[in-house]
Nanobody
Framework: QVQLVESGGGLVQTGGSLRLACAAS????????MAWFRQAPGKEREFVIA????????SDADSVKGRFTISRDNAKNTVYLQMNSLKPEDTAVYYC???????????????????WGKGTLVTVSS
C-alpha cells in the first residue's frame, strides 16, 4: 500500500520560512517524479513545484520562483519543500504527490499524479 505522509506545516509570519517533508512508502521512490501541490480555501488545487526522479531537474510555478525549492533523498524515500519569503497568499494545504511518468513535466497536472498524501496546512499571517 502506497503512503505519502507530509509533515512540517504550521503557522508562520509573512517573510518567514518553513520546510515541509513527505515520507513515501510502498513504492519504489526513485522511480517517481515527486511534486508538491497546494489548495487554498475555495480554490482549485494547483501545481507548486516538482523534481525529477534523480533529483537533477526541477520545475516550479511562477508564483513560487526564487522562493521555494524542492529536493529529495532517494535513500530516505523523502522529498522536501523549502519555502522562504512566505506570503499570506501562500496559505494553503500542501499536498505531496507521486508521478510515475519518466519525464518531468514543466507543469504537472493534478490528474497526472498517481498517488497523493493527505496534506499539511501552511498558514502565513500578515
Amino acid at each position: 500500500q502506497v503512503q505519502l505522509v507530509e509533515s512540517g506545516g504550521g503557522l508562520v509570519q509573512t517573510g518567514g520560512s518553513l520546510r515541509l517533508a513527505c515520507a513515501a512508502s510502498g513504492l519504489t521512490f526513485s522511480n517517481y517524479v515527486m511534486a508538491w501541490f497546494r489548495q487554498a480555501p475555495g480554490k482549485e488545487r494547483e501545481f507548486v513545484i516538482a523534481i525529477s526522479r534523480s533529483g537533477g531537474r526541477t520545475s516550479d510555478a511562477d508564483s513560487v520562483k526564487g522562493r521555494f525549492t524542492i529536493s529529495r533523498d532517494n535513500a530516505k524515500n523523502t522529498v522536501y519543500l523549502q519555502m522562504n519569503s512566505l506570503k499570506p497568499e501562500d496559505t494553503a494545504v500542501y499536498y505531496c504527490a507521486a508521478d510515475s511518468r519518466v519525464f518531468l513535466s514543466p507543469s504537472p497536472s493534478v490528474s497526472a499524479m498517481n498517488y497523493w498524501g493527505k496534506g499539511t496546512l501552511v498558514t502565513v499571517s500578515s
